[in-house]
C-alpha cells in the first residue's frame, strides 16, 4: 500500500526581505507527501480511484504528454494498489522512452500513442475510445490532469488541515483542478491567486469555473506567465531565483511550476502588491519527478 504523509507540515519561511515588508509567508508542503508521487497527484486520484473502486473497475486509464506527472504518480498507485493503469500519451513513440515514460513502464502502466495533431482534435473523440475499448476492454477514465470534480474534491482537503488564518492562497495551475478544490474550501475573505506556467488561461479559468461549482471570480484570479516565453520554457534568471531560494529558505523548487510561482509572487512582493501584515499560504504542489524529465529533455 501506499504511505501518505498526510496531513502534510506547514513551513513558515523568513528573510530579510519579507521582515521588511512585513508580509508572512507559509508553504503548505504537499510536495512531501510521497517521494515519489509529485504533490497534488495524490489528491486528485484519491476519489477517482475510490470511485473507480466502488464501480468494480480494476483497470484505470488517463491521458498526459510524454512529461506527465499525473502519468507517473498514476502509474505509481495504480501498482502499489494492484490496479492496471493504461496511459494515453500525446505524441509519437520514441524508441527510447524518457526517464518518466519508463518509470510508467516499469510500474507496468500501458502506453498508447495518439499523435499530437489527433490528439488535440480528438482527445475523447468516439474513435479514439473505440480503439481503446477494442485494446484494453473496459477501464475507469480519469481526465488528464486528474481534472475532474472528485479531483477538485480531494484538492478541497489540503485546506482542511490547516488551523491557522491566512488572507491569501497561492498555487500552480496546470489544468486549475487543485485551484478549484482550493477556492471550494476558502473562507469568504480569503482570495486565491493561480500562477500559471504559460500565456493563455482560458481554458483553466473554464475549467476552475465548472469545478467550483460556478463560484464567481471575486475571490480568484488567475496571473498568467508574461517573463518566460510559456509552458517549459525557462531562462537563467528563474534558475538562478530557484538556486538562490533553496539556498535560503532550503525549499526546492521545480522549473515548470513552483519556481515560476514563487518568481511572480516574489516580484507581487516587491511592488507591493500585498498590503503589510498580509500572510500568504502557498501550496507546493510537489513537481520535482519533472525535473529529471527536464534534465533529459534539455
Ligand atoms: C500537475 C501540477 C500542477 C497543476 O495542477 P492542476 O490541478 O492541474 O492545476 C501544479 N504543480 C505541480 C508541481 C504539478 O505537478
Known amino acids: ?13 523568513n528573510s530579510d526581505f519579507l521582515q521588511k515588508k512585513s508580509i508572512k509567508v507559509f508553504i503548505k508542503r504537499d510536495d512531501l507527501i510521497h517521494d515519489v508521487i509529485s504533490g497534488n497527484k495524490w489528491r486528485k486520484l484519491k476519489y477517482n480511484l475510490i470511485e473507480a473502486n466502488l464501480r468494480g473497475h480494476d483497470n484505470i486509464l488517463s491521458f498526459g504528454g510524454a512529461y506527465s506527472n499525473h502519468l507517473h ?30 518509470f510508467c513502464q516499469n510500474n507496468n502502466m500501458s502506453l498508447y500513442y495518439v499523435s499530437r495533431s489527433d490528439y488535440r482534435d480528438h482527445k475523447y473523440s468516439k474513435d479514439l475510445m473505440q480503439d481503446l475499448q477494442n485494446t484494453f476492454g473496459d477501464y475507469y477514465i480519469i481526465p488528464e490532469g486528474g481534472c475532474n470534480l472528485l479531483g477538485a474534491k480531494g484538492c478541497s482537503e489540503i485546506l482542511e488541515e490547516i488551523d491557522f488564518d491566512f488572507d491569501f492562497v497561492c498555487c500552480a495551475v496546470g489544468t486549475g483542478c487543485t485551484a478549484s478544490g482550493l477556492i471550494n474550501s476558502m473562507k469568504p475573505h480569503q482570495y486565491l491567486l493561480g500562477f500559471c506556467p504559460f500565456k493563455k488561461v482560458f481554458e483553466q479559468k473554464q475549467n476552475i469555473l465548472q469545478f467550483s461549482n460556478l463560484k464567481p471570480s471575486s ?68 513537481g520535482l519527478q519533472g525535473l529529471s524529465g527536464f534534465n533529459f529533455k534539455y
Do not use: Q
Open 1 to 13: 500500500m501506499l504511505n501518505l504523509n498526510i496531513p502534510t507540515s506547514i513551513t513558515k519561511i
Open 73 to 102: 504518480a498514476l502509474s505509481y498507485a495504480c501498482n502499489k494498489m494492484s490496479l492496471k493503469s493504461i496511459g494515453v500519451i500525446r505524441g509519437e513513440k520514441k524508441t527510447n522512452l524518457n526517464s518518466t515514460l519508463s
Open 219 to 286: 475571490n480568484w484570479k488567475l496571473i498568467p506567465d508574461t517573463d518566460f516565453g510559456g509552458f517549459g520554457k525557462i531562462n537563467v534568471n528563474l534558475s538562478n531565483f530557484i538556486r538562490e531560494f533553496n539556498l535560503e529558505y532550503n525549499v526546492k523548487l521545480d522549473l515548470v511550476y513552483m519556481g515560476k510561482l514563487f518568481y511572480y509572487l516574489f516580484h507581487l512582493i516587491k511592488n507591493d502588491f500585498f498590503n503589510k501584515h498580509t500572510r500568504i499560504l502557498v501550496l507546493h504542489s510537489g
